[in-house]
């Protein structure tokens, strides 16, 4: 009996050291899992933060890019618009030197004139 009881007694022993192993292991795979999750919940942080940065990021990239279109578009405008000066002058230039040149024919064309009557009235005078 004194054996069957010492027996029992080991039984129970190594019964309750397989139930402590167990309770163990279920104890570590309860923890390697809450950190596991608490990985996966970091990395998923870590991922909206670096997608938020990014969309930050081509906010300010669109914002210079328009704002270098509307200063490329100014200086396109400003371009155009000494165009448009620079080409009035040169036509108000031409208009300038046309003049001049019909002025200066038309004198040509009276001083013919004059001459051809001076020459018709000496021709008359002498007859």
């Known amino acids: 009996m004194k054996e069957q009881k010492r027996l029992d007694l080991m039984m129970e022993i190594e019964r309750l050291k397989s139930l402590q192993e167990s309770e163990e292991r279920d104890n570590r795979r309860a923890v390697a899992r809450k950190q596991g999750a608490a990985v996966i919940i970091d990395q998923i942080k870590e991922r909206e933060q670096e997608r938020i940065k990014q969309r930050e990021l081509l906010e300010k990239e669109k914002i210079q ?31 300038k030197v046309n003049k001049v040149a019909l002025g200066k024919k038309s004198e040509k064309i009276q001083k013919e004139k004059d001459e051809d009557l001076e020459i018709v009235r000496y021709e008359a005078e002498k007859r």
């Not at 155009?80 to 009035?88: A, F, H, I, S, T």
């Open 65 to 95: 890019m328009l704002k270098n279109i509307e200063v490329l578009k100014a200086a396109d405008q400003a371009a155009l618009e000494k165009k448009k000066l620079r080409n009035k002058e040169m036509i108000a230039e031409v208009e």
